[in-house]
Nanobody, 127 residues
C-alpha cells in the first residue's frame, strides 16, 4: 500500500501561483507513475498532469500546458505541481494519485488506472 498526503493548496488571485506537494509513504518502491487530478464542484474528477517515477517523463492535459509543471524528488518520495498563471477555472480540489501497476506505458490519464489517492487539497482562484 502507498499512502499519499497533499499540501500547498489555498486561495490565490487570478494570475498568481501555487505549488502543491504530495508526499508518498509505505510501499513507495512500487510506484511507477504519479498524477494530479482535480475535481470542481458538480463535475467529474479530471486528469491534470502525470509523471513517470523512474524516467521523469511528463504529460499534461491541454488546459494546463504551459502553466503547470509536474516534477518529482525520488529521494523524498514527493511529487510537486507548480501552478502558474492561475485562472478562476482552475478552482477545484486537487488530488494526488499513484500508479503501482508495472504495465506500460507508465503514464495514464484515467482515474481508475491509479491505485492510491490522497485526501485532496483545495485550490481557489479568485477573479
Amino acid at each position: 500500500q502507498v499512502q499519499l498526503l497533499e499540501s500547498g493548496g489555498g486561495l490565490v488571485q487570478a494570475g498568481g501561483s501555487l505549488r502543491l506537494s504530495c508526499a508518498a509513504s509505505g510501499r513507495t518502491f512500487s510506484i511507477y507513475a504519479m498524477g494530479w487530478f482535480r475535481q470542481a464542484p458538480g463535475k467529474e474528477r479530471q486528469f491534470a498532469a502525470a509523471i513517470s517515477w523512474s524516467g521523469g517523463r511528463t504529460f499534461y492535459t491541454d488546459s494546463v500546458k504551459g502553466r503547470f509543471t509536474i516534477s518529482r524528488d525520488n529521494a523524498k518520495n514527493t511529487v510537486y505541481l507548480q501552478m502558474d498563471s492561475l485562472k478562476p477555472e482552475d478552482t477545484a480540489v486537487y488530488y494526488c494519485a499513484a500508479r503501482t501497476s508495472p504495465t506500460l506505458p507508465a503514464i495514464r490519464v484515467h482515474a481508475h488506472e491509479f491505485d492510491s489517492w490522497g485526501q485532496g487539497t483545495q485550490v481557489s482562484v479568485s477573479s
